[in-house]
T-cell receptor, first 114, second 118 residues
Framework: AQSVTQLGSHVSVSEGALVLLRCNYSSSVPPYLFWYVQYPNQGLQLLLKYTSAATLVKGINGFEAEFKKSETSFHLTKPSAHMSDAAEYFCAVSADFGNEKLTFGTGTRLTIIP | EAGVVQSPRYKIIEKKQPVAFWCNPISGHNTLYWYLQNLGQGPELLIRYENEEAVDDSQLPKDRFSAERLKGVDSTLKIQPAELGDSAVYLC????????????????FGEGSRLTVL
């Protein structure tokens, strides 16, 4: 079975500082990995995904993530935080292409300090 | 293009009462999902439809929960009777047909229906 663990349920960073949200996965097969963002009172929106192509994946709003098999990690980063980045971020995993059953992590709430 | 539409956005009921949530997916999306999101948790899949067929309902508590997707478009999720522990956000999502590595895992979520059971 596949699972993801998000380290840190709350992360606070100053505006302009580096954003780092951590995600580690467990999978018996090469996984497909995703980051979704949820703004207050809105549905989830796909930020980026890893599907066994390039290990460094770029997404929307300046976010990127790097797949590291040796560390079973897929951490999300952004060089400079904006106030508009304040939201809840979810890491998710699926077993393989065609298996659309996503398993989500518990989420990390990102707060931006002015 | 219109997104996934859910209603109602908020619902407050007393325990033991029934409740129903409605979802209209993005036009042309054959796959429809209902997810449960408890406070402070990630979404958990309740049921997945491919057209009219429920292909994965293993996590749906069938004693009180039911779902249907007549004609393979809109879907309704029902709880009867509701319990205090059912207070949560119920998310509907859809994904496009013609699955490829380019679009795999890209689910489009509605804004959710927040249920409060008193």
């Amino acid at each position: 079975a596949q699972s993801v663990t998000q380290l840190g349920s709350h992360v606070s960073v100053s505006e302009g500082a580096l954003v780092l949200l951590r995600c580690n996965y467990s999978s018996s097969v090469p996984p497909y990995l995703f980051w979704y963002v949820q703004y207050p009172n809105q549905g989830l929106q796909l930020l980026l995904k890893y599907t066994s192509a390039a290990t460094l994946v770029k997404g929307i709003n300046g976010f990127e993530a790097e797949f590291k098999k040796s560390e079973t990690s897929f951490h999300l980063t952004k060089p400079s935080a904006h106030m508009s980045d304040a939201a809840e971020y979810f890491c998710a995993v699926s077993a393989d292409f065609g298996n659309e059953k996503l398993t989500f992590g518990t989420g990390t709430r990102l707060t931006i300090i002015p | 293009e219109a997104g996934v539409v859910q209603s109602p956005r908020y619902k407050i009921i007393e325990k033991k009462q029934p409740v129903a949530f409605w979802c209209n997916p993005i036009s042309g999306h054959n796959t429809l999902y209902w997810y449960l999101q408890n406070l402070g948790q990630g979404p958990e899949l309740l049921i997945r439809y491919e057209n009219e067929e429920a292909v994965d309902d293993s996590q749906l508590p069938k004693d009180r929960f039911s779902a249907e997707r007549l004609k393979g478009v809109d879907s309704t999720l029902k709880i009867q009777p509701a319990e205090l522990g059912d207070s949560a956000v119920y998310l509907c999502a859809s994904s496009s047909p013609g699955l490829t590595p380019a679009n795999t895992g890209e689910l489009f979520f509605g804004e959710g229906s927040r249920l409060t059971v008193l």
